[in-house]
């Protein structure tokens, strides 16, 4: 009941505040009210915090379904907010999903097909942070980036700021030699690095760190903040027992928990700054992954099947855990079951941020769905297509999803198959036979997609200059706004 009735208070606050906003600006311009939208320019921008976790699995989570990894502040998230059954990457994995996530659009829009590490991202259309950052944003970067070509860092594409890359440990050579045959570390250490104290700490936590100092800094000011830590992709070998022994993980398994684990512990760190700060209801707060689990590290992506390494052509691979948080703004304990994609986030901030989404995104403002304002699908289709030389081979894949049905295959002279993921979510009877009808109008979708991209991008040959994230701690602050965008 105090739940209902918080629910109730968050919605009628802001359905209160609206009403302000929107009476005082009806009487300053005299328009009619019907005229007159919620939060357009001039009225405070929200926050935008998108946290994107590294080969998260959606079966790796509680409010997914998971029962041995305790993850209760992202489940807080899903609670306080709208947890989305079928959020797709289209360009997985790694470094093309983060080109397709900040550029709002599939990235074989702009040459990219597979993992093609180095292509440049365009300069033609802003990123999401360069859109934001022209429109009165600080925007910050933690973490792994992974995007673009050498040369373009979050420092030259849009962010404002980056968190610096901390020194990481060095393991001594008996450190070593104590690890049991075949689980050794690496001499220099993935996830312990060493903070501005000279005291080791997990990287993930210092990640989490940075972001509660990054909003102390910018309460007062519109922010929008991307996190993307290294965690939880493999190895995760390292991860202290006392991260391990919270949850009830087994086996191989037990590591990738310890790792998850903490990926939680930030969140509710991130939140509890929010509150503090009074700005949980002005802030938009997206969590999702990069690309699906890895089933060598014992991730899980039920009810489906595959994921990364063994199993890219399965569901497991492209479907990830995504939950938008806003109380007051967005829908709390709401399931939304419609195809959506990671390009689809650029859109819908750009519409809360109060404006219009850019000609070149193929994403859609999701709010109207996930408020129950329009039903039915934002993309009736969703598409894939990597079929590029020189990329793992086990990786091609060539698939449409539309209703239930899943169809796909590796390569083009393969046959195709076809799934009802609703029936049969592990993908294990091929109905192209009995629905020949399905496959042919999914086909033919596709083809007509296909021809709409651009051809294959060519990988310039750039030598590397400066660490695309400077090392060191604290932030690297990016040069006074040059190529300003007014599109
Ligand atoms: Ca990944």
Not at 77 to 93: C, H, K, M, Q
Not at 208 to 221: L, P, Q, T, Y
């Amino acid at each position: 009941m105090k739940r209902i009735y918080q629910v109730l208070s968050h919605v009628h606050f802001a359905a209160f505040r609206r009403l302000c906003g929107f009476i005082f600006v009806a009487v300053a311009t005299g328009q009619h009210a019907a005229a007159v939208p919620p939060d357009r320019p001039g009225q405070a921008k929200p926050n935008i915090i998108l946290i994107y976790i590294d080969d998260l699995g959606y079966g790796d989570i509680g409010c997914y379904g998971c029962k041995d990894i305790p993850t209760p502040n992202i489940d807080r998230l899903a609670t306080e907010g709208v947890r989305f059954t079928a959020s797709y990457i289209t360009n997985p994995p790694c470094c093309p999903s983060r080109c397709s996530l900040i550029m709002g659009q599939y990235a074989q829009r702009f040459g990219k097909y597979g993992m093609s590490r180095g292509l440049p991202i365009p300069e033609d259309r802003p990123t999401l942070a360069r859109f934001l950052r022209d429109r009165g944003y600080v925007t910050g970067q933690i973490g792994k980036w992974d995007l673009g070509s050498k040369r373009q860092g979050p420092l030259q594409v849009g962010f404002t700021e980056v968190a610096k890359d901390p020194p990481r440990k060095v393991y001594t050579k008996k450190e070593l030699t104590d690890q049991p045959a075949g689980k050794r570390k690496l001499r220099t250490s993935k996830y312990f690095c060493i903070n501005e104290a000279g005291e080791e700490i997990w990287l993930t936590d210092y990640d989490g760190d940075s972001m509660v100092n990054f909003i102390e800094r910018h309460k007062a000011e519109p922010f929008f903040l991307y996190w993307s830590p290294a965690a939880v992709h493999s190895p995760s070998i390292e991860a202290p027992e006392s991260l391990m022994e919270r949850t009830k993980a087994k086996g191989a398994r037990r590591k990738l928990a310890g790792a998850i684990v903490s990926v939680d512990d930030q969140v509710g760190k991130l939140l509890r700054a929010l509150e503090q700060e009074g700005l949980r209801e002005k802030t938009l707060v997206i969590f999702s992954s990069d690309n699906g689990g890895n089933g060598g590290e014992g991730a899980s992506s039920k009810p489906y099947t595959g994921g990364k390494g063994k199993g890219t052509q399965k569901e497991g691979w492209v479907r990830v855990p995504t939950i938008f948080s806003m109380p007051g703004r967005l829908p709390e304990a709401k399931q939304h079951d419609g195809l959506v994609a990671n390009f689809d986030f650029y859109a819908t901030i750009a519409t809360l941020a109060g404006q219009a989404i850019p000609d070149h995104c193929d994403g859609i403002d999701l709010f109207p769905y996930l408020k129950g304002e329009r039903t039915g699908e934002g993309h009736e289709y969703l598409f894939w297509l990597n079929n590029e030389p020189g990329d793992a081979v086990r990786r091609h894949l060539i698939a449409v999803r539309w209703k239930n049905w899943r169809l796909y295959k590796q390569h083009d002279k393969d046959p195709w198959q076809l799934f009802d993921l609703e029936k049969d979510p592990r993908e294990e009877s091929d109905l192209a036979a009995e629905h020949p009808g399905v496959v042919k109008q999914m086909a033919a979708k596709h083809t007509a997609w296909a021809k709409t991209l651009a051809p294959l991008g060519k990988i310039p040959e750039i030598p590397a200059g400066e660490p695309i994230i400077p090392k060191g701690h604290g932030w690297a602050i990016a040069p006074a706004k040059d190529s300003k965008d007014t599109k």
